[in-house]
């Protein structure tokens, strides 16, 4: 804690909320249902999300995220809303199916066979020694 506030690692907290994490620019854009934040990082620092620390708690309520500070404890919880689950429908013959398409896949063409031109290389295995002539 600095300032007031809690600061983490950037990769463990991406990993655990974000839907899209990409570059532009110089700066890191993450994104989750729709909401996007963009954090101004050094350039190319995808093998240092580790340790790039960021204030935990803006970042994670820009990102619909609820935190809170427990102070006695020195913790910060964040609680993620809920996700709805739906069931599908169940299946009806009598509604209209969509018809099957037909597919283009185009057929593999073989690879054509090198052609060498120009002086011949030199083996790369030797050759073992002759046996001795007696």
Do not use: C
Request: hydrophobic share 40%.
């Amino acid at each position: 804690m600095t300032g007031g506030r809690v600061f983490a690692p950037l990769g463990p907290m991406l990993l655990q909320v974000a839907d899209r994490v990409w570059y532009d620019g110089d700066a890191l854009v993450v994104e989750r249902d729709g909401r996007r934040v963009r954090i101004l990082v050094e350039p190319d620092p995808f093998d240092r999300l580790e340790t790039t620390y960021v204030a935990a708690g803006p970042l994670l309520r820009a990102l619909g995220e609820t935190v809170r500070y427990r102070r006695g404890e020195r913790r910060l919880e964040v609680l993620t809303p809920a996700t709805i689950v739906e069931s599908p429908e169940p299946f009806n013959p009598a509604v209209p199916a969509a018809s099957p398409r037909p597919v283009f896949t185009a057929a593999p063409l073989a690879t054509a066979r090198p052609l060498w031109t120009g002086s011949p290389l030199p083996r790369r295995t030797p050759l073992p020694n002759p046996p001795p002539r007696g």
